[in-house]
């Protein structure tokens, strides 16, 4: 059984900083991508940025130059820094794992979900 446990979420003032980590465990073959998706109310979740196994990045537009995604492969854990919040980052964070449990079982896998609420 594999499991995405996420940490570091909270209530911040607008400008601070928060990190999120979330470590993958239980019977993993290897790992892929990994990002951060996250839901507002009333909103679709979306992708917020996904980080490569060889450490490239992307981000959606509305962090770009604020949020800085890195893992560590051989902790099986993804980070995501987050400065300059803003209310409207105020939302649920889930981890996301695109692995394969075997050698040729390729599955996706969700973290339970970290609060982050960003006061004006």
């Known amino acids: 059984q594999v499991q995405l446990v996420e940490s570091g979420g909270g209530l911040v003032q607008a400008g601070g900083s928060l990190r999120l980590s979330c470590v993958a465990s239980?019977?993993?073959?290897?790992?892929?991508?990994m990002g951060w998706y996250r839901q507002a109310p009333g909103k679709q979740r979306e992708l917020v940025a996904a980080i490569t196994s060889g450490g490239r990045a992307n981000y959606a537009d509305s962090v770009k130059g604020r949020f800085t995604i890195s893992r560590d492969n051989a902790r099986k854990t993804v980070y995501m820094q987050m400065n300059n919040l803003k209310p409207e980052d105020t939302a649920v964070y889930y981890c996301?794992?695109?692995?394969?449990?075997?050698?040729?079982?390729?599955?996706?896998?969700w973290g339970q979900g970290t609060q982050v609420t960003v006061s004006s």
């Open positions: 239980g019977s993993i073959f290897n790992i892929n991508d």
């Open positions: 996301n794992a695109d692995l394969w449990i075997t050698s040729f079982t390729r599955t996706q896998y």
